[in-house]
């Protein structure tokens, strides 16, 4: 029989409960810092996997020898990335100390009368178009600090995330057996199977994912770079890394990358002659970007992505395709990933459900 004290003690139950989410919620919120470190750390050592068993395997490292020797190497790696950068930068800012300001403002006028004249454009008046807008009336010296401030702590979240990532990492790459041992004393003893074949699994398969991509952007940035190579790009090696970078974002990265690299390519050829020069060259560019992408797309894309985690490429547009419209460029990037997570958890623990064997046939 209810009673008014059931009802109350349900009630009560049900509000303590949502207190309990909420304060869970909220107090996810508040470290979603350390949740993304952890996310960094864990794909870092799913990527590092082959390399450490081939430490330990062939040249017989210990487990700490294994784990600092592949941080280092990380390390190494981003250096190398920045660096990449820095040659760049620095013949930039030459130039712009060596500027002839009003020659460069002449060739600025020249080449947007040359755009104007060759696509039929009317012309239109800068100069009084920021006037309207009062952009320039926003600006002040409070702003120009204000930014550098913000890009010194940028600097300086930067440095203490990639502390803390390289921290993790290490020891989740050193201490990954203790870590299975003590996960398998804490989950209960009726699921401890399940969940253990499905952490091996999901490891197996993602650092096959992670591979697979590595592999699939080399393939990109080679082609892209041979292409601005081709067409006589000063900064082919940089520009074809960045775009090669961006192709990490699906389907709308390389429309991103073909873009800077036709501004990039335009903005280096700025004084020649716009119909003979810059605009061929930026067309042939563009072009050349297109068929990479053709190619990645329908040859490499799929056999690359497919079979490291075993789907059908249609499924795997599908996933991103939703994943993008629901959570934007971060749920496009990371589609691939939980998809397959949700497919061989979904396989351990429901293998008698019909579309559960349907989409899990591969796995």
Do not use: W
């Not at 700490?64 to 990335?81: D, E, N, P, R």
């Not at 454009?121 to 009336?137: A, G, W």
């Not at 989950?187 to 499905?198: A, F, M, Q, R, V």
């Amino acid at each position: 029989m209810i009673t008014s004290k059931t009802i109350s003690n349900g009630i009560l139950r049900a509000l303590a409960t949502i207190l309990i989410i909420g304060i869970v919620l909220y107090f996810l919120y508040e470290i979603q810092t350390v949740i993304v470190y952890l996310c960094i750390s864990l794909i870092l050592c799913l990527i590092a996997n082959p390399l450490v068993l081939f430490l330990k395997n062939k040249l017989k490292f210990s487990n700490s020898l294994a784990a600092t020797t592949t941080i280092v190497i990380f390390i190494f790696l981003i250096v190398g990335f920045i660096l990449l950068f820095v040659p760049l930068i620095i013949s930039q800012a030459n130039n712009l100390a060596l500027l002839d300001t009003d020659h460069l403002q002449s060739q600025f006028i020249e080449t947007e009368r040359n755009i104007e004249t060759y696509f039929n454009i009317q012309h239109i008046d800068l100069n009084k178009v920021l006037k309207e807008s009062k952009i320039t009336s926003a600006f002040s010296f409070g702003y120009f600090t204000s930014f550098i401030n913000s890009i010194m702590g940028f600097m300086a979240n930067m440095g203490m995330g990639l502390v803390s990532v390289f921290f993790i990492t290490f020891f989740f790459i050193k201490d990954q057996e203790s870590f299975k041992a003590s996960a398998r004393r804490i989950l209960p003893d009726t699921n401890e199977d399940k969940i253990l074949n499905s952490i091996t699994k999901i490891n197996h398969l993602l650092t096959r994912y992670f591979i697979g991509l590595l592999l699939q952007l080399t393939v990109v940035f080679i082609l892209y770079l041979i292409v601005l190579i081709i067409f006589g790009n000063k900064n082919a090696f940089v520009i074809a890394f960045l775009c090669a970078i961006l192709n990490v974002i699906p389907y709308i990265g390389p429309i991103i990358g073909t873009i800077l690299a036709a501004i990039l390519t335009m903005i280096s050829l700025i004084g020649s002659d716009f119909q003979s020069e810059i605009l061929p060259t930026t067309i042939y560019v563009v072009i050349g970007f297109l068929l990479v992408q053709a190619i990645d797309n329908n040859i490499s894309q799929p056999i690359i992505s497919s079979k490291s985690v075993n789907s059908h490429p249609l499924e795997i547009f599908l996933i991103t395709l939703i994943s993008g419209i629901t959570f934007g460029i971060v749920g496009m990037i990371i589609a691939i990933p939980v998809y397959t997570m949700l497919k061989v958890i979904l396989k351990e623990f429901f293998p008698d459900n019909k579309i559960v064997s349907v989409i899990t046939e591969k796995i």
